[in-house]
């Protein structure tokens, strides 16, 4: 079974700065990557994604970078805006033929400063 | 129209009651989800429907028994609840299978349904 873990609970970053988000995983068995923002009493948003055959993954300001060999993944946000503030969820998705089973991580707590 | 959307929005119900969560998408998606998320955790996967079928049942206890009864509609129906089953249940949708273009699989989420079992 996979896990994801994103050791970070908490980040805090001044606005304009680049945010890092970090996430690990245990199995490498995946098609895709996914990010998602959550605000309370939201549903989680998608983000980006990036291929398991990808190494790096850009969208505007988002840039997701995938080491395979270290089995970690990394979220980049530059500029950081306070809007940023929210929960990101890293999670590995496998697509079945039956349905696409999405594993989030355990979450880190962006806080944009002003 | 690309929105998931979930009714109620807040429930609060007894351990005797017998209650359902609504959702619905317009996506044209054949595969749907229902998550449970509970506080500062991230959210745990119960069912997945494809094609109205049944297709990944995660152990979830007989007190949750779920129903899609065509491509746009599931339910979730409660029946016999514990105080512990407290959370935000959160259903999705989704592609079964999609291109190689990044995104192609998403699953969309809609906003919740925050339930209390007294």
């Known amino acids: 079974d996979q896990q994801v873990k994103q050791n970070s609970p908490s980040l805090s970053v001044q606005e304009g700065r680049i945010s890092i988000l970090n996430c690990d995983y245990t199995?490498?068995?995946?098609?895709?990557f996914l990010w998602y923002k959550k605000y309370p009493a939201e549903g989680p948003t998608f983000l980006i994604s990036i291929s398991s055959i990808k190494d790096k993954n850009e969208d505007g300001r988002f840039t997701v970078f995938l080491n395979k060999s270290a089995k970690h993944l990394s979220l980049h946000i530059v500029p950081s805006q306070p809007g940023d503030s929210a929960v990101y969820f890293c999670?590995?998705?496998?697509?079945?033929?039956?349905?696409?089973?999405?594993?989030f991580g355990t979450g880190t707590q962006l806080k944009v400063e002003l | 129209d690309t929105e998931v959307t979930q009714t109620p929005k807040h429930l609060v119900m007894g351990m005797t009651n017998k209650k359902s969560l609504k959702c619905e998408q317009h996506m044209g998606h054949r595969a749907m989800y229902w998550y449970k998320q509970k506080a500062k955790k991230p959210p745990e996967l119960m069912f997945v429907y494809s094609y109205e079928k049944l297709s990944i049942n995660e152990s979830v206890p007989s007190r949750f028994s779920p129903e899609c009864p065509n491509s746009s509609l599931l339910n979730l129906h409660l029946h016999a609840l514990q105080p512990e089953d407290s959370a935000l249940y959160l259903c999705?949708?989704?592609?079964?299978?999609?291109?190689?273009?990044?995104?192609?699989?998403?699953?969309?989420f809609g906003a919740g349904s925050r339930l209390t079992v007294l």
């Open positions: 999670a590995s998705l496998i697509l079945t033929g039956g349905g696409n089973k999405l594993t």
């Open positions: 199995n490498s068995m995946f098609d895709y």
């Open positions: 999705a949708s989704s592609r079964i299978t999609g291109g190689s273009y990044a995104g192609a699989n998403v699953l969309t």
